[in-house]
């Protein structure tokens, strides 16, 4: 592979990241005008919401099998493109078995379009010798504040979801198309390298791994669904100021992905995770004792610069753990990020109700902090990336 071919494939990927990054974020900040345009009952709502990382992990696992006989790129191709469709879809519908559909469709082509991202990611790390992964979640994360920046548009002007995500469709999937031609995969040190069991994949060697990625998603999952609540009921801010925490935390978790990977080129992922484990942690630890809103932001910050690194590298560890088969390590671990968003917000919710929200805060701090535990994980000997531990570079691209 040359180093053209290399970069190419880098900048075709970080596209495929960003344009997820805009639909997933188009799709959950519409929530309430999709329940409003198919008139779903506020019981009905949860299943609704459940099916979609359900289904999205029986995608991942069937990426698993998939890519034993195609390459991830080739299910990139066509993930992709049926989840832009399957958006304007949920846009385009009337009746209830409309959104349904539609609702499927997304969640099993996002499990695998998750599944085979990641993949070609730690792939394409692997071939250029250093920690490029955080680059590729940065690009989700800016397609994220672009989408929710869309939405907002959208219900400003109070267009209807038919036209806000056709409008965006339009320029997205002729794009990823085009991108499509130069996903690349550095296969340069698949061969070469020692994995467990001879690169079979076990699961007691990944589990803590999933526990990572699991616990990473409860948080994740707490501060997307419950920041807004927390800063408006249990701090006292207004309902202006209690829109500004989602947006703050996804800020900086696209500045923290964007420097993410000097730091671990430089330190190591262990010291990066720890220290991105021990930041979020102090995060929620800060928003629960909160006195009133302008502390509670400054938690929330912290939290966008903790936790945006353990995801990545949770991927990347998975990869050189069982460089043998990391596409099949990628794609297990992968459903343990749909397990998290599943237990996250109902578990906040639930501890809220019961006790009191700034105690249920404590839980994914516990949770987080946990991670220290399985921080050397992220870290096996040959396959350190940054700095003292630097394996020389296969390729040396930019």
């Given amino acids: 592979?040359?180093?053209?071919?290399?970069?190419?494939?880098?900048?075709?990927?970080?596209?495929?990241?960003?344009?997820?990054?805009?639909?997933?974020?188009?799709?959950?900040?519409r929530i309430p005008a999709v329940q409003d345009q198919y008139g779903i009952a506020d019981g009905l709502l949860p299943v609704f919401l459940a099916a979609v990382p359900i289904l999205a992990g029986a995608g991942s696992v069937a990426t698993e099998k998939v890519v034993a006989r195609v390459r991830p790129g080739a299910v990139l191709r066509w993930a992709q493109p049926l989840v832009l469709l399957a958006l304007l879809g949920v846009g385009a519908g009337r009746e209830l078995w409309h959104v349904a559909v539609a609702l499927g469709v997304f969640g099993l082509a996002v499990g695998a379009l998750d599944a085979s991202m990641n993949?070609?990611?730690v792939s394409l790390q692997r071939a250029y010798g250093r920690s490029i992964m955080l680059g590729f979640h940065a690009a989700y994360s800016l397609g994220g504040i672009?989408?929710?920046?869309?939405?907002?548009?959208?219900?400003?002007w109070d267009l209807s979801l038919l036209v806000s995500y056709l409008?965006?469709?339009?320029?997205?999937?002729?794009?990823?198309?085009?991108?499509?031609?130069?996903?690349?995969e550095g296969r340069g040190a698949k061969e070469t390298e020692p994995g467990p069991a001879g690169g079979a994949v076990s699961f007691r060697l990944l589990l803590p791994l999933c526990l990572v990625m699991s616990f990473a998603y409860i948080g994740d999952s707490t501060v997307s669904n419950w920041s807004a609540k927390y800063l408006q009921d249990v701090l006292g801010g207004s309902e202006q100021l209690a829109t500004v925490p989602y947006n703050v935390y996804m800020v900086t978790t696209l500045l923290g992905r964007a420097v993410g990977d000097l730091g671990v080129r430089r330190f190591g992922a262990v010291a990066v995770v720890r220290g991105g484990s021990l930041l979020a942690a102090g995060g929620f630890a800060v928003v629960a004792a909160a006195p009133g809103p302008g502390v509670g932001m400054l938690g929330f910050t912290m939290l966008g610069f903790g936790l945006c690194v353990i995801v990545p590298q949770t991927f990347a560890a998975a990869g050189r753990m069982f460089?043998?088969?990391?596409?099949?390590?990628?794609?297990r671990l992968n459903i343990f990020?749909?397990?998290?968003?599943?237990?996250?917000?109902p578990l906040v919710g639930a501890l809220g109700d019961a006790w009191?929200?700034?105690?249920?805060?404590?839980?994914?701090?516990?949770?987080?902090l946990t991670t220290l535990v399985y921080a050397r994980a992220f870290g096996p000997g040959p396959a350190r990336y940054g700095g003292g531990h630097e394996r020389p570079h296969t390729a040396d691209v930019g």
């Fill in 1 to 29: 592979m040359t180093d053209a071919g290399l970069r190419h494939g880098r900048a075709s990927l970080g596209l495929s990241f960003g344009v997820q990054g805009v639909a997933f974020a188009l799709l959950v900040t």
């Fill in 119 to 121: 993949m070609l990611g």
């Fill in 146 to 156: 672009a989408g929710a920046s869309l939405a907002w548009v959208g219900a400003r």
């Fill in 167 to 184: 409008s965006v469709v339009v320029v997205l999937l002729p794009a990823a198309l085009v991108g499509s031609r130069w996903y690349t």
């Fill in 323 to 331: 460089p043998g088969n990391s596409d099949a390590a990628v794609a």
């Fill in 337 to 345: 990020n749909y397990v998290g968003f599943l237990v996250g917000s």
């Fill in 356 to 368: 009191s929200y700034r105690g249920a805060m404590l839980v994914p701090m516990v949770l987080v």
